[in-house]
């Protein structure tokens, strides 16, 4: 026996926009498919880059992680990382007045009546929990982390992740199970042809029977096109203020609200800071000149002072640092190389680095360089920046850099050095 | 075939889909609630689905429709308004865009997260409610300069005898 729909939302004639209808929805989707898929492609380079399988580096527990390795050559260009993670926070950001369109067009189905029609009908909106939920948590906690507001209590790494596994399942499925209706929509309407109408030829959808299209429209206040153009002007606006903070150069200064987007001085050391010597609980003893660096392998280590390391062979490679939230900078470091530390202490051939700092605690005290970043001519252990000792904040007395390497694993303050079978 | 259809409600490939996708997902999320934070997690999910659907796509939808109402009423009553040029979109874009950045980045423009911002910056997030203000003014001047213009192209249209 079939109820009558409860009043408000659950009539039929509640919702009346003559815009929504399934090609509306199929545009909207055709447009965020390709960017979440692009998203979730960089998120999980972004994992594979911090080498979550040299043993202490992983996040995620590896015995439990099901993600594929993709992994880059160290070889590539140092900006691989800052291009990868700023396509993935921009192209986020980006993305969502696309999402919050989306989600608009397909609101009526949320109180369809009766609630559950049938077995399918009950699977598809429990997968549907998981997508918009998924979506709207990942979208969220990606925007919080990114400005440092941490409103919650569980790990964001750890959340994040495999919050992104649920939004990525049920996004497949999602795309599988849609994909004829866009198809139908397309050949029914054509792909653009709807795009042409002006404010006076918008019609309903003639999809009779479909549940997104209106059985009581209201008179259209916009097109199509002007939908898709305000969605198209929001991205744009959020490109514009957001993207300096990863490309830099004139950009930086449109980055009015780019969380990394500060234009600095003009000094050698004016460039963004991730974690200060302050808050990493730096004491001026700790790197004081009695600071020195071990370096050890197998049986034999060598405790050397920061003169000692400036009589060492010096390197200078303009290498990038990229940021996991997003931004990056790019500086003339100049350090002794990773490789003439491993050949000093006759390290064995094809090791991994553990670096430590002497930061006491904290969550990236520590990072294990793969073989390829230990080897590679560009990777340093850098003692100056741009032609002047580091500043404390930015790792004084010495700090590693390497090709591609996610900026909380340049590890700053570095206090040991031991290189590893791998 | 039929007869699977009439029971399950859907195709084949509609059940294996969600078989496949759901094992994943319940997978992710097994893994998520045995972590130490797992009802603040499970909170954020649910209340992210919540909140979008419940508050603020209804919140933007009545603020949109009120807003109309009241322009609609206000176009008549302008001095030379035009009927031909709806005076509607060129206050819901700005309106919209400076809405979507609001929603994006008020933790910087609002500044909840000061404290964590300057442990890892070393300064305070300053300007951004600035900036955002600014942005607003930018997009709604610019919106208000497009409407004159086509006022003015509708009128000149209308004053200028038919060819």
Same mark, same amino acid.
């Given at each position: 026996?079939?109820?009558?729909?409860?009043?408000?939302?659950?009539?039929?004639?509640?919702?009346?926009?003559?815009? %929504?209808?399934?090609?509306?929805?199929?545009?909207?989707?055709?447009?965020?498919?390709?960017?979440?898929?692009?998203?979730?492609?960089?998120?999980?380079?972004?994992?594979?880059?911090?080498?979550?399988?040299?043993?202490?580096?992983?996040?995620?527990?590896?015995?439990?992680?099901?993600?594929?390795?993709?992994?880059?050559?160290?070889?590539?260009?140092?900006?691989?990382?800052?291009?990868?993670?700023?396509?993935?926070?921009?192209?986020?950001?980006?993305?969502?007045?696309?999402?919050?369109?989306?989600?608009?067009?397909?609101?009526?189905?949320?109180?369809?009546?009766?609630?559950?029609?049938?077995?399918?009908?009950?699977?598809?909106?429990?997968?549907?929990?998981?997508?918009?939920?998924?979506?709207?948590?990942?979208?969220?906690?990606?925007?919080?982390?990114?400005?440092?507001?941490?409103?919650?209590?569980?790990?964001?790494?750890?959340?994040?992740?495999?919050?992104?596994?649920?939004?990525?399942?049920?996004?497949?499925?999602?795309?599988?199970?849609?994909?004829?209706?866009?198809?139908?929509?397309?050949?029914?309407?054509?792909?653009?042809?709807?795009?042409?109408?002006?404010?006076? &030829?918008?019609?309903?959808?003639?999809?009779?029977?479909?549940?997104?299209?209106?059985?009581?429209?209201?008179?259209?206040?916009?097109?199509?096109?002007?939908?898709?153009?305000?969605?198209?002007?929001?991205?744009?606006?959020?490109?514009?203020?957001?993207?300096?903070?990863?490309?830099?150069?004139?950009?930086?200064?449109?980055?009015?609200?780019?969380?990394?987007?500060?234009?600095?001085?003009?000094?050698?050391?004016?460039?963004?800071?991730?974690?200060?010597?302050?808050?990493?609980?730096?004491?001026?003893?700790?790197?004081?000149?009695?600071?020195?660096?071990?370096?050890?392998?197998?049986? %034999?280590?060598?405790?050397?002072?920061?003169?000692?390391?400036?009589?060492?062979?010096?390197?200078?490679?303009?290498?990038?640092?990229?940021?996991?939230?997003?931004?990056?900078?790019?500086? &003339?470091?100049?350090?002794?190389?990773?490789?003439?530390?491993?050949?000093?202490?006759?390290?064995?051939?094809?090791?991994?680095?553990?670096?430590?700092?002497?930061?006491?605690?904290?969550?990236?005290?520590?990072?294990?360089?793969?073989?390829?970043?230990?080897?590679?001519? %560009?990777?340093?252990?850098?003692? &100056?920046?741009?032609?002047?000792?580091?500043?404390?904040?930015?790792?004084?007395?010495?700090?590693?850099?390497?090709?591609?390497?996610?900026?909380?694993?340049?590890?700053?303050?570095?206090?040991?050095?031991?290189?590893?079978?791998? | 075939?039929?007869?699977?259809?009439?029971?399950?409600?859907?195709?084949?490939?509609?059940?294996?889909?969600?078989?496949?996708?759901?094992?994943?997902?319940?997978?992710?999320?097994?893994?998520?609630?045995?972590?130490?934070?797992?009802?603040?997690? =499970?909170?954020?999910?649910?209340?992210?689905?919540?909140?979008? #659907? =419940?508050? =603020? =796509?209804?919140? +933007?939808?009545?603020? #949109?429709?009120?807003?109309?109402?009241?322009?609609?009423?206000?176009?008549?009553?302008?001095?030379?308004?035009?009927?031909?040029?709806?005076?509607?979109?060129?206050?819901?874009?700005?309106?919209?865009?400076?809405?979507?950045?609001?929603?994006? +980045?008020?933790?910087?423009?609002?500044?909840?997260? #000061?404290?964590?911002?300057?442990?890892?910056?070393?300064?305070?997030?300053?300007?951004?409610?600035?900036?955002?203000?600014?942005?607003?003014?930018?997009?709604?001047?610019?919106?208000?300069?497009?409407?004159?213009?086509?006022?003015?192209?509708?009128?000149?249209?209308?004053?200028?005898?038919?060819?």
């Amino acid at each position: 026996m079939r109820s009558d729909p409860p009043p408000g939302p659950f009539q039929p004639t509640f919702w009346r926009s003559p815009l %929504r209808g399934p090609w509306l929805t199929s545009v909207l989707g055709s447009l965020l498919g390709p960017a979440i898929l692009i998203i979730a492609l960089t998120g999980l380079i972004s994992h594979d880059a911090y080498h979550p399988e040299l043993r202490g580096n992983a996040t995620i527990d590896p015995a439990r992680d099901i993600a594929p390795l993709i992994q880059f050559p160290a070889s590539w260009p140092s900006w691989i990382y800052a291009l990868t993670q700023g396509i993935h926070i921009t192209l986020g950001l980006v993305t969502i007045p696309l999402l919050l369109a989306k989600l608009w067009s397909v609101i009526p189905k949320l109180f369809q009546w009766p609630a559950v029609r049938s077995a399918a009908n009950a699977i598809e909106r429990l997968s549907l929990l998981l997508l918009v939920g998924g979506a709207l948590f990942e979208f969220a906690t990606g925007v919080l982390n990114i400005q440092y507001a941490y409103l919650w209590h569980f790990n964001f790494v750890v959340a994040h992740y495999w919050g992104a596994w649920v939004f990525f399942a049920a996004f497949l499925v999602h795309v599988v199970v849609k994909m004829p209706v866009v198809v139908r929509s397309y050949r029914a309407r054509g792909v653009l042809k709807p795009l042409r109408d002006d404010l006076l &030829h918008t019609k309903p959808e003639p999809a009779a029977g479909d549940s997104l299209v209106p059985v009581a429209p209201a008179a259209p206040t916009i097109s199509r096109r002007g939908l898709l153009g305000l969605v198209g002007g929001a991205s744009l606006t959020i490109l514009l203020v957001n993207l300096g903070e990863s490309v830099g150069g004139p950009l930086r200064r449109l980055a009015l609200l780019a969380p990394r987007g500060r234009v600095f001085g003009t000094g050698p050391n004016d460039f963004q800071v991730n974690r200060t010597v302050a808050s990493a609980g730096i004491t001026p003893a700790l790197i004081g000149p009695d600071w020195r660096l071990s370096v050890s392998a197998r049986a %034999r280590t060598v405790s050397l002072s920061r003169e000692q390391l400036m009589a060492m062979p010096q390197r200078t490679h303009e290498l990038t640092i990229g940021c996991v939230e997003g931004w990056s900078t790019t500086q &003339h470091w100049q350090g002794v190389r990773i490789a003439d530390l491993a050949a000093l202490v006759g390290a064995p051939p094809r090791a991994t680095a553990v670096v430590e700092s002497v930061q006491p605690s904290g969550l990236y005290r520590s990072a294990v360089l793969s073989t390829e970043q230990v080897s590679d001519e %560009r990777s340093l252990l850098a003692l &100056h920046v741009n032609g002047v000792p580091l500043s404390p904040d930015h790792g004084y007395p010495a700090r590693v850099i390497a090709p591609g390497l996610p900026g909380v694993h340049c590890t700053k303050w570095v206090g040991r050095v031991t290189f590893v079978r791998s | 075939m039929s007869h699977f259809k009439d029971r399950y409600g859907a195709s084949p490939l509609h059940l294996i889909a969600h078989v496949i996708g759901l094992a994943i997902a319940a997978y992710a999320l097994v893994q998520l609630l045995g972590e130490k934070h797992w009802v603040n997690f =499970l909170g954020w999910f649910l209340a992210a689905a919540l909140l979008h #659907d =419940l508050v =603020l =796509l209804p919140a +933007y939808s009545a603020a #949109d429709r009120i807003a109309g109402a009241v322009m609609r009423r206000l176009h008549v009553r302008m001095p030379g308004g035009d009927l031909r040029v709806p005076i509607v979109n060129h206050v819901r874009a700005p309106a919209l865009i400076s809405g979507v950045l609001l929603l994006i +980045y008020f933790p910087l423009i609002l500044g909840p997260g #000061d404290a964590a911002y300057f442990s890892a910056t070393g300064h305070h997030p300053s300007g951004y409610l600035r900036n955002w203000l600014l942005i607003t003014v930018v997009l709604f001047g610019g919106s208000a300069i497009i409407y004159m213009a086509r006022v003015r192209a509708a009128r000149s249209r209308r004053s200028s005898p038919p060819t």
